[in-house]
């Protein structure tokens, strides 16, 4: 990726299998969520599937502003064509569990999906089961410590 700390974790598609039989929706993005930098590179794997390149990159001022949410992590399409990201943290480093939308169309930052004042506090990983109406998330830590890299009073009881 073309700027620093932009370390590329989880990876989803654009469309994926909750628009399952919607013929309108093509698979042909890649939605790259940057964990430290909090951008979002969308890829084009349409037009030359030899030689991706970049579509648009949702820069993270814009996700702190509309979202106050930093530390992006796993990506996943909905069925109503948006994109949801779950984050780690807010934009000082501290924990966080709240959900970014994109725009499935124009990936432009919609805002969050949670609530607001509903974010849990921790984030990391989620799945849903939409024909269930059930999702699951889990959780890691704060991001302003595990970012810095390893230390043990962090872990002390």
């Known amino acids: 990726m ?23 929706k093509v698979r042909d993005k890649l939605i790259l969520p940057s964990v430290i930098s909090s951008r979002v590179y969308v890829v084009d794997v349409r037009t030359d599937r030899r ?26 399409c909905l069925g109503s064509g948006e994109i949801m990201i779950s984050t780690l943290g ?11 939308l994109l725009d499935g169309e124009t990936f432009e930052v919609k805002g969050n999906w949670e609530v607001e004042g509903n974010a849990t506090p921790f984030g990391y990983d989620f799945w849903y089961q939409p024909r269930h109406n059930v999702m699951i998330s889990s959780e890691m830590g704060a991001p302003k410590i595990f970012t810095k890299g390893f230390n043990i009073e962090d872990v002390e009881a």
């Open 2 to 24: 073309p700027n620093l700390n932009d370390e590329l974790h989880h990876s989803g598609w654009n469309t994926c299998s909750s628009c399952f039989g919607d013929i309108t």
């Open 51 to 76: 030689a991706p390149r970049i579509h648009k990159v949702v820069e993270p001022e814009e996700v702190h502003k509309k979202c106050n949410s930093r530390y992006l992590h796993t990506p996943h």
């Open 90 to 100: 807010d934009p000082a480093g501290n924990s966080k569990g709240s959900f970014v």
